[in-house]
């Protein structure tokens, strides 16, 4: 790219360093913050920096939070003997949408994945353990994606605490609600009939 | 969404105002620039900042420049009488990527639109008359895109300047250099019979 402006360039270079995004993208939304009034880019500036600078990790969960302790962590009203076991906060923000789950979670921060680098010691499991070991928690629910790397990730933490008395599971996979049959792939459709629930159960919602 | 941070909550709104971004994009940008250096946000935003408060537009040209007039008008090199009239800074740029054009530039900065209610005194079509009312131009090149928006601010810019003596060329439109003819549109096709070329111009270039 031909560039009349190193401050363009620049701006250009560094949107661009944000994934998913080339330099044609990085360009139009640069020209499109050219065309706003100067105080849209301040308020994104603004909004980045601090959110970079001032956010806090949840002590208990290690959910991205304002405080030493998160919203739901504080929440007398949920309960904190189920945890559910998720890869990153916008797990906990699906889940909380569907108003479903009424008990804690725990943000692993990814999963173990030897191809990316990312072993145990990067991630969150140590004060899960600690939390199992401590009896804080009776039921522990794995909701992390279903890849090779989720369920290496499950079957770490799950050898770690099989000793203590926890219930452990992990959330239903299955065809999705509103789905055809003949769409599903087979591995999906197999796991949903070795796994089928009663009947009078799917019935209450 | 449900956000556990009012700072998550504020950068992804910012984000989500640029074009083309939706919530869920700008939470996934968002998040990645959590998980980089502190500085990586930094640079991100003071490129940004210094970028919409310190940019100029020549005055010549009205391109994007860092100084008062653009390098292409610097350039005692390009040939100022022949001036390619174009949208946006991203055409001048597509134009000098071909390498094939040693004239001088006019951004109009858009293009005649009712119904974004953009008129011609929004756009820097009087400086482009005032150029050619001094006699400055030879030849003006309308290199505008092939929409009835182009076609009319194209038309409205040829009227104010059909009592001049100055050239006037409109850039070739036609099937695209390796483009089957069956997957063209009817219109391009017809207008590349109607503006054909002398055999012996078109293996020249």
Known sequence: MDFSSKLLENAVNEVSRLPGIGKRTALRLVLHLLKQPTENTKYLSEALLHLRNDVKTCEKCHNISDTVLCDICQNPKRNAEIVCVVEDIRDVMAIESTSQFKGLYHVLGGKISPIEGIGPQNLQIDS??????????????????????????????????????????????????GDELEYADEVTLGRSIVNRIPFEQSIRG
């Open 128 to 177: 899960l353990i600690h939390k199992v070991e401590k009896g804080e928690i009776k039921e522990l629910i794995f909701a992390l994606s279903s890849t090779m790397e989720g369920d290496t990730t499950n079957f770490y933490i799950f050898k770690q605490i099989e000793k203590f008395d926890i219930t452990t599971s992990t959330i239903a996979r299955g065809i999705s609600v």
